[in-house]
């Protein structure tokens, strides 16, 4: 049931060979950046290299890759020539020129659930480009940088080489996000398994036997999963899938990431040490990390609104960051105007939600991000300068400048 490694890994260096060039026919991909262009092995493509002064031969041929190599030179190389692929395609995918998602789909065509599906991988997410303590950012960094290196030290231990993250936050704090640059910096695959794809506790243990080493398997919003009344995987099935006993017969590294919403309905097997190696916490957006996205979707280090925004979130947080970024975006063009925007969010949000919900319905209705920047933008500076004069009065006029709002609409 288990996929042949090796299979892979010598694709992996044909495809890193330069004969592959000599070949009359072959495919081409864009790479990971966009003007470059990589060639890949086609079906009955034959392909030469030289190992220690022997001519050797591949030819694939439908999901098979047959090796030929001359009688006389077959003692002499073959086991070194095996040795060196294995040495020089771990080497090529840390730097793989192509990440790939996968996706667990039913299967129409036999019936059987739960067979991935991949993608090219292309989310722009990594580190720098999140809002979130800089600290935890390298704390995490150096975290999955040890734990990648640690291959000898687990397998001393007789523990499965493997480490799993939790990361809890309400919605919009960039869990998703996050993920997305932990496979970017580990240059890790992706396997998302939705689990409501999934047939039984068996079919889960399948899918992790079907997933290849240096990859990450996520499992999102698990804590609405677990609280659902029937589901065809059992809580047991969810723990043995997270001890990942089978996979340790590959002996190859996994980083398993989990997303929840709030922990505080999910069972502590789940959580307890060993399952969950690392707690991470989303929160809603803070004055920090306001900053962050300021500068990465404004160009802003510094405005005479900050000081402002930062008095407000004193009080408390009560938006995404997703929320926020969306506000920056549609009002790019104008950073002051979007700071207002952002205020006038921030202190109108009395329960964290309503004003933002309002500018999402006009997106929809109007189908154009610009049309709503227009209409949303001209009505909330006038109101925003309603308000602002009778915020700055009191602050605690809150649900005033929600009946504003509402009565706008
Ligand atoms: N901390 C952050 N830094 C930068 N951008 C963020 C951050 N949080 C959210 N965003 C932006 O908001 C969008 C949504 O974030 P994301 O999907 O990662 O949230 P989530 O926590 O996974 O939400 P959900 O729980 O609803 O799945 C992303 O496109 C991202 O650009
Ligand atoms: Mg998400």
Redesign the pocket.
Known sequence: MQRNQFYHKVLVYLNSLTSIEDSDFTNLFTGKKSNEIVLHLDQNQIIEDDFLGAKIFWINEEETLVLKIRKADKRRVLRPYLQHIDTVSDELDEKKWELKLYVNVVDNHDGRKGRWRSVPFTHP?TFD????ESDLKNKVKSDLHSFAKAKQYYHRLGRVWKRSYL?Y????????????AMANFLSYDVYDIDLSKVSDDSDLKFLLLQSTSKSLIVI??LDRFLSEKSTAVSLSGILSFMDGILTSSCGEERVMVF?M?GKDHVDPAILRPGRIDVHLH?PL?NFT?FK??AN?YLGLKDHKLFPQVEEIFQNGASL????I??LMIANRNSPSRALKTVINALQTDGDGRGALHIGRRSVEEIGEPSGVFCTEGVNAVKEFKKLYGLLRVKSSRKSQSLDLIGRQN
């Open positions: 997410s480009t999140l809002a979130m990361l936050g309400p919605s919009g704090t960039g869990k998703s996000s996050f993920v997305a999102e919003d997303t919403n989303f957006c990390a962050t996205l990465s995404s960051p997703a929320e970024s969306e």
